[in-house]
T-cell receptor, first 113, second 115 residues
Framework: AQSVTQPDIHITVSEGASLELRCNYS??????LFWYVQSPGQGLQLLLK??????LVQGIKGFEAEFKRSQSSFNLRKPSVHWSDAAEYFC???????????FGAGTRLTVKP | EPEVTQTPSHQVTQMGQEVILRCVPI?????FYWYRQILGQKVEFLVS????????KSEIFDDQFSVERPDGSNFTLKIRSTKLEDSAMYFC?????????????FGAGSRLTVL
């Protein structure tokens, strides 16, 4: 089955600084990749997804992610972080043969003023 | 924008009691899911449901769990005899299509506290 690793449990960045959240996946075929964000007390909101085609995908709220097959990675980036971006970010992978989407453990983002 | 609605937002129950968590998926979605997130841990898949039957379930989804679509709109998760370790946030989700390329829309979650 597919799996996801998010190496960073907690990241702190200053407002206005750039951000990169790491995600590595394990799956034998082409994966379907997602980033979700969870604000405190809220559900999971889809930021962006990769299914095929252009390996750089744009999402909502100014986020983007790049699929790198050679590195089995799908890192999330934002050029300038806003205080409202403070949340928990989850990378997830879906496989072509099942309904079981696997989530990473999440990365908690803290934004310093 | 269409959303997935979950009730209750928070439920406190005594160990051994039955709990039913309710979800109203997006109306034109055909696939339904339950995930859970124990505090501080990752979001874990429990079960997927399509065409009025379970399509997949994880090892977590044992005999104390059941799902049902009792009418055309609700999708429920029942825990028959709750244990302390069932305390978690339970997320319902739905999608138009199934399998890997499905984009899930999640509800806000139901927090279950078992005392």
């Amino acid at each position: 089955a597919q799996s996801v690793t998010q190496p960073d449990i907690h990241i702190t960045v200053s407002e206005g600084a750039s951000l990169e959240l790491r995600c590595n996946y394990s799956y034998g075929a082409t994966p379907y990749l997602f980033w979700y964000v969870q604000s405190p007390g809220q559900g999971l909101q889809l930021l962006l997804k990769y299914f095929s085609g252009d390996t750089l995908v744009q999402g909502i709220k100014g986020f983007e992610a790049e699929f790198k097959r050679s590195q089995s990675s799908f890192n999330l980036r934002k050029p300038s972080v806003h205080w409202s971006d403070a949340a928990e970010y989850f990378c997830a992978v879906g496989a072509g043969n099942n309904n079981d989407m696997r989530f990473g453990a999440g990365t908690r983002l803290t934004v310093k003023p | 924008e269409p959303e997935v609605t979950q009730t209750p937002s928070h439920q406190v129950t005594q160990m051994g009691q039955e709990v039913i968590l309710r979800c109203v998926p997006i109306s034109n979605h055909l696939y339904f899911y339950w995930y859970r997130q124990i505090l501080g841990q990752k979001v874990e898949f429990l079960v997927s449901f399509y065409n009025n039957e379970i399509s997949e379930k994880s090892e977590i989804f044992d005999d104390q769990f059941s799902v049902e679509r009792p009418d055309g709109s609700n999708f429920t998760l029942k825990i028959r005899s709750t244990k302390l370790e069932d305390s978690a946030m339970y997320f319902c989700a739905s999608s138009v299509s199934g399998f890997g390329a499905n984009v899930l829309t999640f509800g806000a979650g139901s927090r279950l506290t078992v005392l």
